[in-house]
């Protein structure tokens, strides 16, 4: 050999190694690359879900003094945080700023007024509204509101406080007989106030004015008219009205009295009931935010929430969950716009709870003695309280109080329901709505529509797989298994919309015909391998080996016609004509038209492709040597393929079905457009569902940034990468051990 030869086989040689490092190196920087990716999408996600955890805090920012006279009758803080304002119940009112810039001190005097008349009694607004109703000695009633004004004079936000008083400057007449009123209660909508008071002679009486809107001034003009109510307490300490003007609460020491108010011509007393927790008193109720709970303070520090329940056809208060205080419940002030509350004891502790999670945020003591006034911005950032020695203000951190551990994975009795439930239903048209922010039913359907994909595509994949790996011929083989594969191809928002504008309406159509099919179409092929078996060999050599699939097509398009066909003999025979109505009025059994057996369908056809594929090519290697052993030895093919091919082949078909399983845990579009997204925990084949992924991509455009919302989405996104990874982590030990068992064969 010349050193020419010799000098370029070196040169090939360094060239194969240089190849070789840069391969090696390239292969281990991608897979890094992969692991860092996974990594950041992982602590990404536990970075936007973190929030929704923690706990609630309050730190003390400012205390002031103001000039008052009298109670408090009522403490608030304006939208913007910047204004806070002091009803008492001499009709004094003052503002003053709780945030202070380089022109205004925190505390600072912003303006006052003061309401003329014999004041005997103040109404303080319930939750969410902004009015205030004082009442006079001559049995009439002056309702008003804060209002203020805001202006950018030169890019500068302005904020001006004064009053208004949207039913007129005239008091209402509460009391035609003019006595004084001595405790009162109002509530209001946009075209109708109600007011319930007790007069100084023991009587109940009550006043709706009702407006309507000139026509012509296009002015509101009020009408008025006066109630009486019966069977009053002879001792009321307390009056409740809700602002749906429905119901009226009387509480009497322990016992609440609750009146239907739907009726004015007919008020009536509905039922009275012990509210009082045991071995305790009562010292306070407030009306939860949206009006449908009631808050009952005791005096051990027992906080009780109650709601109607329908109980035998009738709808009833009944209490449903208990939060311990600390202390004597001296003050209970519902938040604004959620289900959460606080309470404070006397001696100064303040405490923060939240309805739905069932919770104690938070429990701190305020030096300086107890409350006397206690109020939360309308932002819930904003804590504002008046003590003996003045008043403080304290900044609040407690963003998503709706999110606990209870409210994501356990059963929660939510407003209105008759027992506890898993329900997720994330939004609402109203202010005051309950969250419900439960992961399970959105879990379930996840596992639910995966459990059925798999039903369809596991066996027809596998078995596919085998046939065409094991006994398919050559010829046939590089026609099937390309146009199996090139199904994966198809882009699933396509399968998702034949699966719920097509197949949906045909198998509701033809109920009876779809389940004969998945009773005749097995029958019909082992039916024909029987008939071919028999037949005789000069019948069969016509067919060349591995050819014999081929054979099934008519039989199952045959099966496929016949089906159809019989379905409308079959309703009209045995279903009264129409299955749907049969199966719900005659079996009990719900159907709706986008239900789990379509999305079975239609993602198990989207899933087998990828079963199929890995499956065919893990029999397909499977050693030839093994199987023409085993035949050599005189086992029959079936006998070789049980006991040898898919044995050997057994960690590829496991790993075929675990990524199968895996892209339908993570399928988004199917299910988004043919299960109906209902959110309901269902085994039936023929209710809805609704998935993690798909409940991803329909909220997550609307969910507002930073919101519980927002976060619970992301935790949710959380929850489906760990479900993921869990099905890879296991699919890959089960792989290694088959491997390790099998691999000697």
């Not at 400012?62 to 119940?89: H, M």
């Not at 001559?138 to 805001?150: E, N, S």
């Not at 008091?171 to 003019?178: L, M, T, Y």
């Not at 606990?404 to 209105?416: H, I, K």
Request: glycine share 8%.
């Amino acid at each position: 050999m010349s050193s020419e030869s010799i000098n370029l086989g070196m040169a090939g040689s360094r060239k194969r190694r240089i190849k070789d490092k840069l391969a090696k190196y390239g292969v281990t920087a991608g897979g890094a690359l992969v692991l860092v990716a996974l990594l950041l999408i992982f602590f990404y996600l536990l970075y936007v879900v973190k929030p929704i955890f923690n706990g609630a805090t309050m730190e003390p920012t400012a205390s002031f003094t103001l000039p008052v006279e009298g109670k408090t009758a009522w403490l608030g803080v304006e939208e913007q945080n910047e204004i806070g304002y002091r009803f008492s119940d001499k009709g004094l009112v003052n503002f003053f700023a709780v945030q202070g810039d380089g022109k205004v001190k925190v505390g600072q005097a912003l303006g006052q007024a003061q309401v003329a008349g014999d004041i005997t009694t103040v109404a303080s607004p319930a939750p969410g509204q902004k009015l205030i109703a004082y009442g006079f000695a001559d049995g009439t009633a002056l309702v008003m509101q804060p209002y203020f004004k805001v202006s950018y004079p030169n890019d500068v936000r302005v904020i001006e406080p004064s009053l208004q008083y949207p039913f007129g400057e005239t008091p209402v007449v509460i009391d035609p007989q003019g006595k004084a009123l001595q405790l009162m209660v109002f509530a209001a909508t946009k075209e109708k106030m109600a007011t319930a008071a007790v007069t100084e002679d023991g009587r109940g009486v009550m006043t709706v004015m009702t407006g309507e809107e000139n026509f012509l001034s296009g002015e509101v003009e009020w009408s008025v008219q006066n109630y009486s109510i019966p069977s009053l307490p002879r001792h009321v300490d307390q009056l409740l009205l809700t602002p749906n003007l429905r119901i009226l609460f009387v509480r009497d020491g322990n016992r609440l009295s609750v009146y239907d108010i739907h009726n004015l011509n007919d008020i009536s007393l509905r039922n009275v009931m012990e509210i009082n927790a045991p071995n305790a008193n009562v010292t306070r109720v407030e009306l939860l935010s949206g009006a449908s709970s009631l808050l009952v303070g005791n005096d051990n520090g027992v906080i009780s929430q109650w709601f109607e329940v329908a109980k035998d056809g009738k709808r009833q208060f009944t209490q449903i969950r208990d939060f311990k205080g600390d202390g004597p419940v001296d003050l209970l002030t519902p938040e604004h716009f959620r289900k959460g509350f606080i309470s404070a004891g006397s001696d100064g502790t303040v405490s923060f709870f939240h309805a739905t999670g069932e919770t104690k945020l938070l429990s701190e003591k305020v030096e300086g003695g107890p409350l006397s006034a206690l109020a939360i911005s309308p932002r819930h950032n904003v804590l504002l309280m008046q003590q003996e020695g003045g008043f403080k203000l304290f900044t609040v951190e407690n963003e998503h109080p709706e999110v606990t551990w209870s409210a994501l994975w356990q059963e929660v009795w939510y407003e209105g329901y008759p027992e506890p439930q898993y329900v997720w239903q994330s939004t609402s048209a109203s202010n005051d709505f309950e969250a419900k922010l439960s992961l399970v039913p959105l879990v379930f359907g996840t596992l639910k529509a995966a459990f059925y994909a798999m039903m369809f595509a596991v066996p027809l994949g596998v078995a596919g797989a085998i046939y065409t790996a094991y006994f398919m011929s050559a010829g046939l083989r590089k026609y099937v298994k390309p146009t199996v594969e090139i199904m994966a191809a198809l882009p699933t928002v396509i399968l998702g919309f034949l699966a719920g504008l097509w197949l949906a309406p045909i198998i509701e159509g033809t109920l009876p015909g779809v389940v004969l099919l998945f009773i005749l179409l097995p029958m019909g092929m082992l039916l024909t391998a029987l008939v071919w078996n028999y037949l005789p060999e000069r019948c069969k050599s016509w067919l060349p080996e591995g050819w014999h699939a081929i054979l099934l097509i008519p039989v199952l398009l045959l099966i496929g016609w016949g089906a159809f066909a019989v379905s409308p003999l079959i309703e009209n025979a045995f279903m009264h004509g129409d299955s749907r109505i049969w199966l719900t009025h005659e079996m009990g059994i719900k159907f709706d038209q986008r239900n789990s057996l379509v999305v079975g369908i239609a993602m198990g056809f989207a899933v087998i492709p990828t079963i199929f594929s890995i499956a065919e090519d893990a029999v397909f290697s499977v050693p030839k040597h093994l199987t023409q052993g085993s035949l050599a030895l005189g086992a029959t093919p079936w006998q070789t393929l049980s006991r040898v091919v898919i044995l050997t082949a057994s960690p590829g078909i496991f790993s075929a079905v675990m990524m199968g399983l895996g892209r339908a845990v993570g399928e988004t579009m199917i299910v988004l457009m043919a299960t109906g997204n209902t959110p309901i925990m269902d085994f039936s084949m023929f209710q809805g569902l609704r998935t993690l992924a798909a409940n991803i991509a329909v909220e997550m455009p609307e969910s507002e940034v930073g919101s519980s919302h927002y976060r619970v989405l992301f935790l949710a996104a959380f929850v489906l990468f760990v479900f993921t990874f869990m099905f890879n982590t296991l699919a890959e030990f089960v792989r290694q051990r088959l491997r390790e068992k099998y691999s000697s064969m």
